[in-house]
């Protein structure tokens, strides 16, 4: 059972509902943080960290002893990362995206690969949580191939949780692509239902079984809910806006610690997750 926690816009309080789910269970659990712009999982569930890999995508580099100028690199070049200006061949490495088209069509084989750093992959443990984040480098843009890679370490535990990153854009389909339930964070706001109704677009396109957490439930008005009725989004649970809950995000511990009675609900969450995952 694959579940990706995502949310339309940041601060709903996504990674407060994946990381709160993840120590409930009784179940083996393995985290993905893939929210790799701002990965903040570690700070709840205080993994201990034991492998440390960075990553590197390939990019093209040329030999101009033996390129010829034939422009035949940036003819294939969707994105506009290679061109020939004047006597020489230009690689702009940020804007490449890795698809190895150049270096397959030159036909003076005077592309070859080098490496831009994306970030690192750490990965450890959290009492029998296997967890594993990715941290984009500062700059870097390209944030998929990184969420592929912390996607790529997912062991045969039974249950992993993906803390996706925010929004509607290419991160966030990385993060759910072929999983087997979408939870969404929201909040009633107008703000949240705008970027929930987005979310919930992408994840139809996807085609995965999806359900709703609504977090400071008692705060905004009853839109979110109308909408969920209407387009037959099951809310799933309701969090409060409780200055309790608060404090205990601001001190980076898990409400399940600080109000234990939390953690049947969260548990309950998990059964009604698979309940609906499993009629898809
Ligand atoms: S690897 Fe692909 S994206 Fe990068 S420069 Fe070559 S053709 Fe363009
Ligand atoms: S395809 Fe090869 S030979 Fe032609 S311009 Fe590009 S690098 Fe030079």
Known sequence: MIISVASGKGGTGKTTVATNLAVSL?????????????PNAHLFLKPRMEHKETIWAPVPQVDEERCTLCGKCAEICQFKAIVVI?????????LCHSCGGCVEVCPEKAITETGRELGVVERGHRNGIRFIHGLLRVGEAMSPPLIKKVRSYAGPES????????????????????????????????????????AVG???????????????????????????????????MEIPFDR???ET????????????????????????IAQLAKGK
């Open 26 to 38: 009784d179940e083996q659990v393995q985290f993905l943080d893939c929210d790799v712009e701002e």
């Open 159 to 198: 249950i992993t949780i993906i803390d996706a990153p925010p929004g509607t854009s290419c991160p966030v389909i990385a993060a759910m692509n072929g999983v087997d339930f979408v939870l969404l964070v929201t909040e009633p706001t107008p703000f949240g239902l705008y970027d929930l109704e987005l």
């Open 249 to 272: 995000y601001s001190i980076g511990r898990l409400m399940v610690e600080e109000m234990p009675h939390w953690k049947e609900k969260f548990r309950n969450l998990y059964k009604d």
């Open 244 to 246: 309790a809950i608060a």
């Open 86 to 94: 004047g006597e020489t061949v230009l690689p702009f490495h940020e």
């Open 202 to 236: 992408a994840v139809r396109t996807l085609g995965i079984p999806h359900g709703l957490v609504i977090n400071r439930s008692d705060i905004g008005d009853d839109r979110v809910r109308m909408y969920a009725k209407e387009e037959k989004i099951p809310v799933l």
